[in-house]
């Protein structure tokens, strides 16, 4: 028993992975965020999205 608690609360050697793991993932989220945002406002997709809203609004 005293052998699973040490383990359990014991230091481990991937103690830092979570910090960097959420870094990456944050990264990779406003990497995404940014190109969406460029291909959602350029000319062409905000036309084609002003046609399709129209047109389920008439």
């Known amino acids: ?3 699973l608690l ?3 609360t014991g230091p ?3 103690e830092g992975m ?3 793991e ?3 993932g944050t990264l990779a989220a406003v990497a995404f965020a940014g ?3 460029k291909v959602l ?3 062409s997709v905000q036309q084609a999205l002003t046609g399709v ?3 389920a609004l008439k």
């Open 6 to 8: 040490a383990r359990l």
């Open 1 to 3: 028993m005293h052998r």
């Open 53 to 55: 809203i129209n047109g």
């Open 12 to 14: 481990r050697a991937d």
């Open 18 to 20: 979570n910090t960097a």
């Open 41 to 43: 406002t350029s000319p």
């Open 22 to 24: 959420y870094a990456v």
């Open 35 to 37: 190109i969406l945002l």
